[in-house]
C-alpha cells in the first residue's frame, strides 16, 4: 500500500488532468480500489472516453462497482461503458468457444499452441477472462506447423472474408503472422510465428520459446503457457512494436500523458501485473539473458523501467541495470518525440500535422504503415551487435553482406505489395453473414 501511494503522489506532480490522474489511480489500485475525493468534479463523459481507448473499460467498471460510484456517470456515459463492457464479454465469450474446440484438435496433432496476451492475460494475470480479450485471438505455433494450424481452423469455419485481407504467401513473407476469421468478420485469429516483423534487430529463437513452453489451462481447455521470461518479452516486444516512440521519450515528463494518448496503458499494465504475480518464479538472469540474446535489451528495459517507476512493479534494480537503453542517436531521438508530441496533440484536440498524421495512420491497404519505412536505415546498418548474433561474425563481409539482403528484401516487399494488391481487387468479394443482434 505504502509503494502504491508513492506511485500515486507521483503521478501527481506531472500535472495530469483529473480524470486522467483518476485512470491512473484505477490502474494503480484496481484490485483494491478507493473513491476519488471529490468525484462529482470528475468529468465522467471524458473518463470513460479514455478508459475506452485504453482498453480498460472492464477494469474501469469494476472500479466503479466497487467504489459505488456507477450512480456517478450521465446516462450517455453509462449506456458508453456498458457498451464497451458487453463488447468485451461477448469477444472472451466467442473465444473461449473457439479455444475449447481449436485445442482439442491441436493436441491431437501435436500441435503445441500458446495463446499470446488477449484472453490468456485476462485470465491468468487479472483473473478476469473479459478484462481485455482483444479484437483477435493470438496464437504462437511452430513456423513449420502454420499449414497444420490453418487446416484446423478452416474445418471450424474459419477463412479469408476481410475484403482488404491479401493472400497468405504476402503474409509468411514479410510479415509475422496471419489471420483468419469467422464469415460475420467478429471472431479473428492471429496465427503467429513470430513476436515482431522479419525486417527488425530482434533475433528472437521461437523454437526454444516453444521449447520452454509448459503444459497448461485457459478457461477449463489445454493449452501451452508461455515461460515467464518469455511471457515478459512477448509482451514489451509487442507493446513497444506499436509504441515504437517509447525508448526515446523516457525521460519526457508528460509520459504518463502520452500513454494514454496513445492508448497504452492497459499494455504497460499487462506487464506490471505478471511481474507482480509470476514474481517468484520469474528469472531475472534468464530475462536479462534472452534480452541480450535477442536484442531486445532496449525494448524490455524502457517497459520494465516505465512499470516499475509508475505502475510500481517489483522489478529488481539490478535487472534494471543490467538492461539499459542505450541513448539514441539525435536524428532518432527526433523523429520519435515528434511522433509522441503528434500524438498529444491529437489526443488533446490541438492542431496537428497532416503530413505526420498520415505517417502515423494505419494503412490498410498495404498493410504497413509509412512510419515503419523509418526502420529502413537501422535495419539496413544494424551494427556489430546485431551482425555477431545473427551471422555470428561481426566483420565489414557480414555488414555488406547483410546490406544487400536488405536491399533484396525491401525490393522483394514493394514488388509484392503491388503483386498481391492487384491480385485481391481481381477477386470476387466474399459474402458476409449479418451478426444477430446484440451479440456486437
Excluded at 402 to 410: I, K, P
Aim: hydrophobic share 45%; glycine share 6%.
Amino acid at each position: 500500500m505504502q509503494t502504491t501511494t508513492r506511485h500515486r503522489q507521483a503521478l501527481r506532480l506531472i500535472q495530469l488532468s483529473a480524470e486522467e490522474q483518476f485512470l491512473w489511480d484505477c490502474a494503480l489500485t484496481w484490485r483494491d480500489p478507493r473513491p476519488p475525493e471529490a468525484p462529482e468534479k470528475l468529468d465522467w463523459s471524458r473518463i470513460v472516453s479514455i478508459a475506452r481507448a485504453n482498453k480498460m473499460a472492464t477494469l474501469l467498471g469494476q472500479v466503479l462497482g466497487q467504489t459505488g460510484l456507477l450512480a456517478c456517470l450521465p446516462p450517455a456515459a453509462g449506456q458508453e461503458l456498458d457498451e464497451a463492457m458487453a463488447r468485451l464479454a461477448g469477444k472472451a465469450a466467442d473465444y473461449r468457444r473457439v479455444l475449447g474446440q481449436y485445442m482439442p484438435l491441436a493436441w491431437e496433432q501435436g500441435l503445441e499452441t500458446i495463446p499470446l496476451k488477449g484472453l490468456w492475460v485476462s485470465s491468468h494475470v487479472y483473473g478476469n477472462p473479459t478484462m481485455r480479450p482483444g479484437h483477435d485471438m493470438d496464437i504462437l505455433v511452430r513456423r513449420g506447423r502454420v499449414a497444420d494450424c490453418i487446416a484446423i481452423l478452416e474445418r471450424l469455419g474459419f477463412g479469408r472474408y476481410w475484403p482488404q485481407q491479401l493472400a497468405d504467401a504476402f503474409y509468411q513473407r514479410h510479415h509475422l503472422h496471419l489471420e483468419l476469421c469467422l464469415s460475420d468478420c467478429w471472431t479473428w485469429v492471429e496465427i503467429h510465428w513470430a513476436f515482431d516483423h522479419p525486417r527488425t534487430r530482434l533475433t528472437i529463437d521461437y523454437e526454444a520459446v516453444l521449447n520452454r513452453a509448459r503444459p497448461g489451462e485457459l478457461l477449463g481447455v489445454p493449452v501451452w503457457d508461455p515461460s515467464p521470461p518469455d511471457l515478459l518479452l512477448y509482451l514489451a516486444v509487442h507493446l513497444v512494436k506499436h509504441a515504437v516512440y517509447l525508448p526515446a521519450v523516457l525521460d519526457r515528463p508528460e509520459l504518463p500523458r502520452l500513454i494514454l494518448a496513445d492508448g497504452r496503458l492497459m499494455y504497460f499494465l499487462d506487464l506490471a501485473e505478471a511481474v507482480k504475480v509470476y514474481r517468484e518464479e520469474i528469472d531475472w538472469q534468464l530475462v536479462i539473458a534472452l534480452a541480450r540474446a535477442y536484442g531486445a535489451v532496449d525494448i524490455l528495459g524502457a517497459v520494465l523501467r516505465v512499470c516499475h517507476d509508475i505502475l510500481g512493479a517489483p522489478v529488481p534494480e539490478e535487472a534494471l541495470a543490467a538492461l539499459p537503453v542505450a541513448r539514441l542517436g539525435p536524428v532518432t531521438r527526433r523523429l520519435m518525440n515528434r511522433v509522441a508530441s503528434h500524438t498529444i496533440a491529437t489526443y488533446l484536440g490541438r492542431p496537428a500535422s497532416a503530413f505526420w498524421h498520415f505517417l502515423l495512420a494505419e494503412n490498410t491497404k498495404f498493410v504497413v504503415r509509412p512510419v515503419r519505412l523509418l526502420d529502413f536505415a537501422t535495419y539496413a546498418a544494424p551494427g556489430r551487435n546485431y551482425l555477431q548474433r545473427r551471422y555470428g561474425r561481426a566483420t565489414a563481409g557480414a555488414a555488406a553482406s547483410h546490406l544487400a539482403r536488405t536491399l533484396g528484401e525491401y525490393t522483394r516487399l514493394g514488388l509484392d505489395t503491388v503483386a498481391f494488391t492487384w491480385q485481391r481487387r481481381r477477386r470476387p468479394l466474399p459474402v458476409f453473414m449479418t451478426r444477430p443482434e446484440g451479440t456486437g
